[in-house]
């Protein structure tokens, strides 16, 4: 654990403090204080520092001390930021256990932890503020020289009014001229953070007597807008306190022109106030509802295993229930006074399950994850501080958040992927980072799953974790009925039309005609995946990367989905010039497509990557879905994840075997999860669903454990050959990444790490191979992967000779032009 000095009193000491860089550096540097700062260094607070010859940037105070570094004169901080801390002491020592565990620096951490609004680098842009009439003659010679710098070029960086100012220290100034509201700072500046403010409207006291009021409207009768405004207030205000401008021109139709002549001739009194950028701040508790008798029996179970275990698993089917438990646990927790962490997988899922738990929690429900801009997270960030959030809602990165008291840590269907963050560093899995964070609050944690990962289960059969089960649906709902239809022999009877099995289209007919909705699963989006040349089977691929490129109908372009290449779909084969070119295989915009061919009528969405890329256009998808605007949704795996509709009926799963062929240890067990997922969308109240699984392997082992639902049969089975062959859950892995744009030097600097790291851990490591995409963004790949059994080698051991052998490689000229990126627990 950390240990951090504590804040020194103001006085003639020389102090100096270790702050943290957004930089990827293996050390913390030291910066000395200067006297008229001392007392307002603070742990946690942010200061300005220049690192280098010229480059400024926001850092964190680590500690204080009296002692100056021995190897370097350290320079002083130009700048506090803060009038109080801004991260607390338990989110250091989290960045610094994230930062030793994942084998990354903690200045990678806290470039993740914090929003980018609260950062502040030297190439951020100063504008000046066209909102207002400036007075020049107010400025001083330093600010007026600035503004006449943005006259002559509107956008500078705070590199550039260094070099205008022949000084380093501008920061002071521009903060001054900043609060005097005469510039803008964009990009990173934590103080571009301002409170949201909107206009409000009253109306002037003179006016609240009926006689004068009535006066009033006899005048104004000659303005019949104004007059529209006028009453548009008059009943509105019978109904809410606070009246914006927008309500009243919505209200009355009447322009922003008419508002502003009664606020010239003093009938209505113009107010700012500082309102929320978050959604549903008035919204009231409304949901009531009852546990069943199983879901009492597993509240119970789980209080009671809280009494002597961190953590518990909640291992319930889908649509057991599993969010009704949540909330009783959540209200229970808030009556204590402390804090709740509502982890989530996908954003998709934040959106939809926001609305629901906001019915039984209202305004104290706090909303956070990367679809969000800058000022908003810094909202929530200020908020979450300030004790005002009692239950937290977010995507992995909510474990960030600087909680004054959390007491319990739900992590919703915590088998998922999107857990783990892959690119860039810190590469951790947020369910991980939960548990050691629950650790250091003295909290508790409740994972959740209808299909757990086997290393979570793993911990509850050896009694690290509780387990409690809940084996019914909520309502004594049936659980699917699984129809698995074989491609191969439709094809033979020629009962398939395009990629839709007689089975499927049969099934989404009937529940058209009886008003319900289908979900189409396919995890693949674009057109198709393969655009191919007949005569030479040329493939077009992408100039980045070891991929083929997909074709997205429509931009009318080839995309690469690792790098974002793009270039025109071409219409002669640019190898032999043949026109025969044809699309292979299928995405979720071909199906899209060719349903829309099938069934004119049916009102068709789809729900992927390229469709909810706008802010409000994921949520606007899913309240169509809800209001029934929607017939047919046709997704990839954001499909899968915990969204629940009454309507929807039946599932269609366009090809298992995408998933079940895929070459990883752990395909059969995230086919199983995200089939099941998929499946369990399925009849959720009342009707019984139906689920066409199309295939051409009908006989899979996977495939019969989900139509059984048997996931104690897939772990078994698995588990078996996972300590056979030395995986997770019985071996912990880590892997390199090393990287190189020449793939020759690649292969020799990867041959010599591995070879370095079989001196220290022998036949432990395995490669270097290449991966399966060996190629991405012009970097070449090679994996080096390393297993280490749980009860033999220190793991902790194992990472530092790692990172000293990684050392010694980038200090030999052989390193030159290398990246080598550290992935523990990389699955």
């Given at each position: 654990?950390?240990?951090?000095?504590?804040?020194h009193s103001?006085?003639?000491?020389?102090?100096?403090?270790?702050?943290?860089?957004?930089?990827?550096?293996?050390?913390?540097?030291?910066?000395?204080?200067?006297?008229?700062?001392?007392?307002?260094?603070?742990?946690?607070?942010?200061?300005?520092v220049?690192?280098?010859?010229?480059?400024?940037?926001t850092?964190?105070?680590?500690?204080?001390?009296?002692?100056?570094?021995?190897?370097?004169?350290?320079?002083?901080?130009?700048?506090?930021?803060?009038?109080?801390p801004?991260?607390?002491?338990?989110?250091?020592?989290?960045?610094?256990w994230?930062?030793?565990?994942?084998?990354?620096?903690?200045?990678e951490?806290?470039?993740?932890?914090?929003?980018?609004v609260?950062?502040?680098?030297?190439?951020?842009?100063?504008?000046?503020?066209?909102?207002?009439?400036?007075?020049?003659?107010?400025l001083?010679?330093?600010?007026?020289?600035?503004?006449?710098?943005l006259?002559?070029q509107?956008?500078?960086t705070?590199?550039?009014?260094?070099?205008l100012?022949?000084?380093?220290?501008?920061?002071?100034?521009?903060?001054?001229?900043?609060?005097?509201?005469?510039?803008?700072?964009?990009?990173?500046?934590?103080?571009?953070?301002?409170?949201?403010?909107?206009?409000?409207i009253?109306?002037?006291?003179?006016?609240?007597?009926?006689?004068?009021?009535?006066e009033?409207?006899?005048?104004?009768?000659?303005?019949?807008?104004?007059?529209?405004a006028?009453?548009?207030?008059?009943?509105?205000?019978?109904?809410?306190?606070?009246i914006?401008?927008?309500?009243?021109?919505?209200?009355?139709?009447?322009?922003?022109?008419a508002?502003?002549?009664?606020?010239?001739k003093e009938?209505?009194?113009?107010?700012?106030?500082s309102?929320?950028?978050?959604?549903?701040?008035?919204e009231?508790?409304?949901?009531?509802?009852?546990?069943?008798e199983?879901?009492?029996?597993?509240?119970?179970?789980?209080?009671r295993?809280?009494?002597?275990?961190?953590?518990?698993?909640?291992?319930?089917?889908?649509s057991?229930?599993?969010?009704?438990?949540?909330?009783?646990l959540?209200?229970?927790?808030?009556?204590t006074?402390?804090?709740?962490?509502?982890?989530?997988?996908?954003?998709?899922?934040?959106?939809?399950?926001?609305?629901?738990l906001?019915?039984?929690?209202?305004?104290?429900?706090?909303?956070?994850?990367s679809?969000?801009?800058?000022?908003?997270?810094?909202?929530?960030?200020q908020?979450?501080?300030a004790?005002?959030?009692?239950?937290?809602?977010?995507?992995?990165?909510?474990?960030?958040?600087?909680?004054?008291?959390?007491?319990?840590?739900?992590?919703?269907?915590e088998?998922?992927?999107?857990?783990?963050?892959?690119?860039p560093?810190?590469?951790?899995?947020?369910?991980d980072v939960?548990?050691?964070?629950?650790?250091?609050?003295?909290?508790?944690?409740?994972?959740?799953?209808?299909?757990?990962?086997?290393?979570?289960?793993f911990?509850?059969r050896?009694?690290?974790?509780?387990?409690?089960?809940?084996?019914?649906?909520y309502?004594?709902v049936?659980?699917?009925?699984?129809?698995?239809?074989?491609?191969?022999?439709?094809?033979?009877?020629?009962t398939i039309?395009?990629?839709?099995t007689?089975?499927?289209m049969?099934?989404?007919?009937?529940?058209?005609?009886?008003?319900?909705?289908?979900?189409?699963?396919?995890?693949?989006r674009?057109?198709?995946?393969?655009l191919?040349c007949?005569?030479?089977?040329?493939?077009?691929?992408?100039?980045?990367?070891?991929?083929?490129?997909?074709?997205?109908?429509?931009?009318?372009?080839?995309h690469?989905?690792y790098?974002?290449?793009?270039e025109?779909s071409?219409?002669?084969?640019?190898?032999?010039?043949?026109?025969?070119?044809?699309?292979k295989?299928l995405?979720?915009e071909?199906?899209?497509?060719?349903?829309?061919?099938?069934?004119?009528?049916?009102?068709?969405?789809r729900?992927?990557?390229?469709t909810?890329?706008?802010?409000?256009?994921l949520?606007?998808?899913?309240?169509?879905?809800e209001e029934?605007?929607?017939?047919?949704l046709?997704?990839?795996?954001?499909?899968?994840?915990?969204?629940?509709?009454?309507?929807?009926?039946?599932?269609?799963?366009?090809?298992?075997?995408?998933?079940?062929?895929?070459?990883?240890?752990?395909?059969?067990?995230?086919?199983?999860?995200?089939l099941?997922?998929?499946?369990?969308r399925?009849?959720r109240?009342?009707?019984?669903?139906?689920?066409?699984?199309?295939?051409?392997d009908?006989?899979?082992?996977?495939?019969?454990?989900?139509?059984?639902n048997?996931?104690?049969?897939?772990?078994?089975?698995?588990?078996e050959?996972?300590?056979?062959?030395?995986?997770?859950?019985?071996?912990?892995?880590?892997?390199?990444?090393v990287?190189?744009?020449d793939?020759?030097?690649?292969?020799?600097?990867?041959i010599?790490?591995?070879?370095?790291?079989?001196?220290?851990?022998g036949?432990?490591?395995?490669?270097?191979?290449?991966?399966?995409?060996?190629?991405?963004?012009?970097?070449?790949?090679?994996?080096?992967?390393?297993?280490?059994?749980?009860?033999?080698?220190?793991?902790?051991?194992?990472?530092?000779?790692?990172?000293d052998?990684?050392t010694?490689?980038?200090?030999?000229?052989?390193?030159k032009?290398?990246?080598?990126?550290?992935?523990?627990?990389?699955?």
């Amino acid at each position: 654990m950390l240990e951090f000095a504590e804040t020194h009193s103001t006085g003639r000491k020389t102090l100096f403090v270790e702050v943290i860089l957004p930089l990827a550096i293996a050390k913390n540097y030291t910066y000395r204080v200067p006297f008229e700062m001392n007392a307002l260094v603070e742990t946690g607070k942010r200061v300005v520092v220049q690192f280098g010859k010229s480059k400024l940037y926001t850092a964190i105070i680590l500690s204080i001390s009296e002692q100056a570094p021995e190897k370097y004169e350290a320079k002083y901080i130009l700048e506090v930021l803060d009038d109080r801390p801004l991260v607390t002491t338990a989110q250091l020592q989290l960045w610094q256990w994230i930062a030793d565990y994942y084998m990354c620096y903690i200045g990678e951490v806290m470039n993740a932890a914090l929003p980018s609004v609260l950062k502040l680098a030297s190439e951020t842009k100063i504008t000046l503020n066209k909102d207002i009439e400036l007075d020049r003659s107010q400025l001083h010679d330093k600010e007026f020289l600035i503004a006449e710098a943005l006259d002559l070029q509107p956008e500078l960086t705070v590199s550039d009014i260094a070099k205008l100012l022949g000084q380093k220290t501008v920061m002071p100034i521009l903060k001054m001229m900043f609060e005097k509201n005469i510039i803008n700072i964009s990009e990173e500046v934590s103080d571009r953070y301002k409170p949201r403010k909107r206009t409000f409207i009253s109306l002037n006291p003179v006016y609240r007597n009926d006689d004068n009021l009535k006066e009033l409207m006899m005048i104004l009768e000659r303005a019949p807008k104004q007059a529209d405004a006028l009453l548009a207030y008059i009943h509105l205000s019978r109904n809410q306190k606070l009246i914006s401008k927008n309500d009243i021109t919505e209200a009355s139709g009447a322009g922003a022109a008419a508002i502003k002549a009664l606020i010239d001739k003093e009938i209505f009194i113009a107010g700012e106030k500082s309102v929320s950028r978050l959604h549903h701040e008035k919204e009231e508790e409304t949901g009531i509802f009852d546990l069943s008798e199983q879901q009492q029996h597993a509240l119970t179970d789980i209080k009671r295993q809280f009494e002597d275990k961190d953590t518990v698993l909640l291992y319930g089917v889908t649509s057991s229930g599993k969010t009704q438990i949540y909330v009783r646990l959540i209200e229970e927790m808030i009556a204590t006074g402390r804090q709740v962490l509502y982890l989530l997988p996908e954003i998709a899922l934040t959106t939809h399950i926001i609305e629901r738990l906001r019915t039984y929690f209202g305004s104290a429900i706090g909303v956070y994850h990367s679809k969000f801009n800058d000022s908003q997270r810094a909202e929530v960030w200020q908020r979450v501080m300030a004790g005002e959030y009692k239950v937290v809602l977010g995507a992995r990165s909510a474990v960030f958040l600087p909680y004054a008291d959390l007491g319990l840590i739900i992590v919703d269907e915590e088998h998922e992927t999107s857990y783990k963050q892959f690119d860039p560093a810190p590469r951790y899995n947020a369910r991980d980072v939960a548990i050691y964070l629950a650790n250091m609050y003295n909290s508790r944690v409740l994972l959740g799953s209808a299909t757990p990962s086997f290393e979570s289960y793993f911990n509850a059969r050896i009694h690290k974790y509780g387990l409690t089960e809940l084996a019914e649906r909520y309502g004594g709902v049936e659980l699917p009925d699984i129809e698995v239809v074989s491609i191969t022999e439709e094809t033979k009877k020629k009962t398939i039309q395009g990629h839709f099995t007689g089975a499927l289209m049969k099934d989404t007919q009937e529940a058209l005609s009886a008003k319900e909705q289908v979900i189409l699963f396919q995890n693949r989006r674009g057109y198709a995946p393969l655009l191919m040349c007949r005569v030479c089977a040329y493939t077009p691929k992408c100039i980045n990367c070891d991929v083929s490129l997909t074709y997205h109908k429509s931009s009318g372009k080839l995309h690469c989905h690792y790098c974002g290449y793009k270039e025109d779909s071409p219409t002669i084969c640019p190898a032999c010039g043949s026109t025969h070119l044809e699309y292979k295989g299928l995405g979720t915009e071909k199906i899209e497509d060719d349903l829309s061919v099938l069934l004119p009528d049916a009102r068709i969405a789809r729900m992927d990557m390229d469709t909810t890329r706008s802010r409000n256009a994921l949520q606007n998808i899913l309240n169509d879905l809800e209001e029934k605007k929607i017939d047919i949704l046709v997704g990839t795996q954001m499909v899968a994840k915990g969204l629940d509709f009454a309507d929807v009926t039946v599932i269609g799963i366009i090809n298992a075997d995408s998933l079940l062929k895929f070459p990883d240890y752990r395909a059969n067990e995230r086919s199983f999860q995200l089939l099941s997922q998929v499946s369990g969308r399925a009849g959720r109240r009342g009707k019984r669903g139906k689920v066409v699984i199309q295939t051409y392997d009908t006989a899979h082992r996977v495939i019969k454990q989900i139509i059984e639902n048997n996931y104690h049969d897939l772990y078994f089975t698995e588990m078996e050959e996972r300590k056979s062959f030395k995986y997770p859950p019985y071996y912990r892995i880590i892997n390199l990444d090393v990287k190189h744009k020449d793939p020759e030097m690649l292969y020799n600097q990867a041959i010599y790490l591995a070879n370095e790291l079989r001196k220290h851990f022998g036949d432990r490591v395995i490669g270097p191979e290449t991966p399966l995409i060996g190629r991405i963004r012009n970097y070449y790949i090679k994996t080096i992967m390393l297993k280490f059994e749980k009860d033999g080698l220190s793991i902790v051991k194992a990472k530092t000779i790692i990172r000293d052998v990684i050392t010694q490689f980038q200090t030999t000229k052989l390193s030159k032009g290398s990246i080598v990126q550290p992935d523990v627990d990389p699955y």
